[in-house]
T-cell receptor
Framework: DTEVTQTPKHLVMGMTNKKSLKCEQHMGHRAMYWYKQKAKKPPELMFVYSYEKLSINESVPSRFSPECPNSSLLNLHLHALQPEDSALYLC????????????????FGPGTRLTVL | AQTVTQSQPEMSVQEAETVTLSCTYDTSESDYYLFWYKQPPSRQMILVIRQEAYKQQNATENRFSVNFQKAAKSFSLKISDSQLGDAAMYFCAYRRDDKIIFGKGTRLHILP
């Protein structure tokens, strides 16, 4: 299995809803990432998990809450989002995140298209 | 702070021709990695090619090759024999440890 899967593909939610995005990989990768991508823009890094521990939070608002229950699974819990949070949310994984120089390739999932009404 | 600049928001190339996408970056580090990613209209991002900064030899992957000029901090992507399936947004990316920075992207159109 050489892919990153994301569910759901599309999500529409109101500002008072609570929802979760899910990401899975079975490649034995030890680092997993959440990105936010607005239309015609590059991905913006949100969170990095290394060996199931949160290693980077790029000053993301607390209405986004990541969770890494195990090395294969990454969730993003959403609560009280704003319309400006509507975007494509990409998950990625890479073999190792050592903190040292590394060219580890990131494998991206297809993304979840989120619309906040 | 590191930055990645792609100065061509859009480009077009005739099918079977060659096209070069430009990328420049700014860093004070000597060890880092550079990537070109492709994001077709279906939106799944895939790696096209990578380059380690400590390697002088330019990376090549089939029809894709790079011109890496470390001193000039330039990392251009050349696509030979362009095919319709090459139509996509191309992002240049820089990675050093936990820093992953993408350029704004170049939209490549392939003209039949």
């Amino acid at each position: 299995d050489t892919e990153v899967t994301q569910t759901p593909k599309h999500l529409v939610m109101g500002m008072t809803n609570k929802k979760s995005l899910k990401c899975e990989q079975h490649m034995g990768h030890r680092a997993m990432y959440w990105y936010k991508q607005k239309a015609k823009k590059p991905p913006e890094l949100m969170f990095v998990y290394s060996y199931e521990k949160l290693s980077i939070n790029e000053s993301v608002p607390s209405r986004f809450s990541p969770e890494c229950p195990n090395s294969s699974l990454l969730n993003l819990h959403l609560h009280a989002l704003q319309p400006e949070d509507s975007a494509l949310y990409l998950c990625a994984s890479s073999p190792e995140y050592s903190g040292g120089p590394s060219y580890n390739e990131q494998f991206f999932g297809p993304g979840t298209r989120l619309t906040v009404l | 702070a590191q930055t990645v600049t792609q100065s061509q928001p859009e480009m077009s190339v005739q099918e079977a021709e060659t096209v070069t996408l430009s990328c420049t970056y700014d860093t004070s580090e000597s060890d880092y990695y550079l990537f070109w990613y492709k994001q077709p209209p279906s939106r799944q991002m895939i790696l096209v090619i990578r380059q380690e900064a400590y390697k002088q030899q330019n990376a090549t992957e089939n029809r894709f090759s790079v011109n890496f000029q470390k001193a000039a901090k330039s990392f251009s992507l050349k696509i030979s024999d362009s095919q319709l399936g090459d139509a996509a947004m191309y992002f240049c990316a820089y990675r050093r440890d936990d820093k992953i920075i993408f350029g704004k992207g170049t939209r490549l159109h392939i003209l039949p």
